[in-house]
């Protein structure tokens, strides 16, 4: 019963100030690196964010010193799932077929604390993979204040081509839960785009390319007109669509039809990733989860030689960075642990991407990008979304895994 009673106080043991003035060794505002900075929050914005020598303080602020920190704003992840988990506890078609949504719902809760106390504060989850519209629920119960978690935009089932997606391998006669709802069509995708928006989905998510069967490579799976009409009603709703897409047709099918992010790319040219460029489309490369996945196959990491699937996913960003494509960061988090999406920033940073750059990304870029107003900077006006690492993330990312202050919304989640 102790601990029962231990368990709870500290799941509920948040702290609000008035105002709070937060004084670290250095500031990363999301664009530069700062020294002798402080930042002031009053109530759930940030009041001030300067050189503290400039800062008049008052009475009845309370002052958090982070000696040996960078604060920084908080993490926004672009690519994760909430109601998965690594596939080597469990695969996915097991969790498709095995997990019900209210298991998975469960677990759900405990991977969006584990991401907020790892300072991801906003998180992009792209599709519930088989469990309905419980992501849109998993939101609901984080904005109401009943469990604790980061602010989340949500794509609900996702949307495939009819007959590409998964699970798969069963005869005609037995009908199984899919990852995504299918729709073929101008006028059926139409209408899943519109139910998807008025169940709560917060942008659209689509196929373009999938594997159509077991052992196949990728091919293309909507028709150019049917992403088109994806996303003119998406559009007209206020909304957006982004694509899966890894094949170099998939990848200009979608760019062409209005997505506004590809997912993965793995496969993308140097021609496609130019046409990317000139579209203002971003790439979340997911570089995280195919490292996973290797080594869920029997690689170990840092071990030559490297497998066929990483060799390719990392030509693929410097051809991607070459192009001068914008780099969301968003790293599949589910495809391996929750609360570890300092991985994506680390292979970022191993693959040819400077860490200022990946601090960007995963800051004000995904801001700007995820069309998220006062968000990913520490500015006066913005939201008080705000994190502390432990060391200069900029001289070695790895600090990234060491986040000791934990803000959301003007809240102190973590103070180590």
């Given at each position: 019963?102790?601990?029962?009673?231990?368990?709870?106080?500290?799941?509920?043991?948040?702290?609000?100030?008035?105002?709070?003035?937060?004084?670290?060794?250095?500031?990363?505002?999301?664009?530069?690196?700062?020294?002798?900075?402080?930042?002031?929050?009053?109530?759930?914005?940030?009041?001030?964010?300067?050189?503290?020598?400039?800062?008049?303080?008052e009475?009845?602020?309370?002052?958090?010193?982070?000696?040996?920190?960078?604060?920084?704003?908080?993490?926004?992840?672009?690519?994760?799932?909430?109601?998965?988990?690594p596939?080597?506890?469990?695969?996915?078609?097991?969790?498709v077929?095995?997990?019900s949504?209210?298991?998975?719902?469960?677990?759900?809760?405990?991977?969006?604390?584990?991401?907020?106390?790892?300072?991801?504060?906003?998180?992009r989850?792209?599709?519930?993979?088989?469990?309905?519209?419980?992501?849109v629920?998993?939101?609901?119960?984080?904005?109401?204040?009943?469990?604790?978690?980061?602010?989340?935009?949500?794509?609900?089932?996702?949307?495939?081509?009819?007959?590409?997606?998964?699970?798969?391998?069963?005869h005609?006669?037995?009908?199984v839960?899919?990852?995504?709802?299918?729709?073929?069509?101008t006028?059926?995708?139409?209408?899943?785009?519109?139910?998807?928006?008025?169940?709560?989905?917060?942008?659209?998510?689509?196929?373009?390319?999938?594997?159509?069967?077991k052992?196949?490579?990728?091919?293309?799976?909507?028709?150019l007109?049917?992403?088109?009409?994806?996303?003119?009603?998406?559009?007209?709703?206020?909304?957006?669509?982004?694509?899966?897409?890894?094949?170099?047709?998939?990848?200009?099918?979608?760019?062409?039809?209005?997505?506004e992010?590809?997912?993965?790319?793995?496969?993308?040219?140097?021609e496609?990733?130019?046409?990317?460029?000139?579209?203002?489309?971003?790439?979340?490369?997911?570089?995280?989860?195919?490292?996973?996945?290797?080594?869920?196959?029997g690689?170990?990491?840092?071990?030559?030689?490297?497998?066929?699937?990483?060799?390719?996913?990392?030509?693929?960003?410097?051809?991607?960075?070459?192009?001068?494509?914008?780099?969301?960061?968003?790293?599949?988090?589910?495809?391996?642990?929750?609360?570890?999406?300092?991985?994506?920033?680390?292979?970022?940073?191993?693959?040819g991407?400077?860490?200022?750059?990946?601090?960007?990304?995963?800051?004000?870029?995904?801001?700007?990008?995820?069309?998220?107003?006062?968000?990913?900077?520490?500015?006066?006006?913005?939201?008080?979304?705000?994190?502390?690492?432990?060391?200069?993330?900029?001289?070695?990312?790895?600090?990234?895994?060491?986040?000791?202050?934990?803000?959301?919304?003007?809240?102190?989640?973590?103070?180590?």
């Amino acid at each position: 019963m102790k601990n029962l009673f231990l368990g709870i106080f500290s799941f509920l043991s948040f702290i609000s100030y008035a105002q709070t003035l937060l004084v670290p060794d250095r500031v990363f505002d999301g664009e530069i690196m700062h020294s002798n900075w402080a930042v002031l929050v009053k109530g759930n914005s940030i009041a001030y964010a300067g050189p503290r020598a400039k800062l008049n303080t008052e009475a009845g602020i309370t002052t958090i010193n982070l000696p040996g920190t960078t604060l920084m704003p908080g993490i926004i992840e672009g690519h994760s799932h909430l109601l998965l988990h690594p596939y080597n506890e469990t695969n996915w078609n097991d969790q498709v077929l095995k997990e019900s949504p209210v298991e998975r719902a469960i677990r759900g809760t405990v991977h969006a604390k584990n991401s907020l106390m790892a300072g991801v504060t906003t998180m992009r989850d792209l599709g519930a993979e088989g469990a309905g519209y419980t992501d849109v629920y998993l939101k609901k119960t984080i904005e109401e204040g009943i469990i604790p978690g980061p602010r989340l935009l949500v794509a609900g089932p996702a949307i495939v081509a009819t007959g590409a997606y998964g699970p798969k391998g069963f005869h005609d006669g037995v009908r199984v839960p899919l990852g995504a709802e299918a729709a073929s069509g101008t006028d059926e995708v139409i209408k899943t785009v519109r139910r998807q928006l008025g169940n709560g989905a917060d942008f659209i998510k689509i196929y373009a390319d999938y594997r159509w069967g077991k052992g196949e490579p990728s091919q293309p799976t909507f028709l150019l007109s049917e992403i088109e009409a994806m996303h003119a009603t998406a559009t007209s709703a206020g909304r957006y669509i982004v694509a899966h897409a890894s094949t170099p047709e998939g990848m200009k099918r979608a760019i062409l039809g209005g997505a506004e992010t590809i997912e993965h790319g793995d496969g993308g040219t140097l021609e496609v990733f130019q046409l990317m460029k000139e579209k203002g489309v971003a790439l979340c490369p997911t570089l995280a989860a195919g490292d996973a996945i290797s080594q869920y196959d029997g690689w170990k990491a840092g071990s030559l030689p490297e497998p066929a699937r990483i060799q390719k996913k990392k030509a693929s960003f410097q051809l991607a960075l070459k192009a001068g494509v914008t780099i969301a960061f968003g790293g599949d988090v589910g495809v391996f642990t929750h609360g570890e999406n300092y991985r994506e920033l680390e292979l970022m940073v191993a693959y040819g991407m400077k860490p200022l750059a990946a601090l960007k990304a995963a800051t004000s870029i995904n801001a700007q990008i995820f069309h998220l107003e006062h968000l990913g900077q520490l500015k006066e006006g913005f939201l008080a979304d705000i994190i502390a690492v432990k060391g200069n993330p900029v001289e070695t990312i790895s600090t990234m895994r060491n986040v000791s202050f934990v803000m959301k919304d003007g809240v102190v989640y973590k103070n180590d």
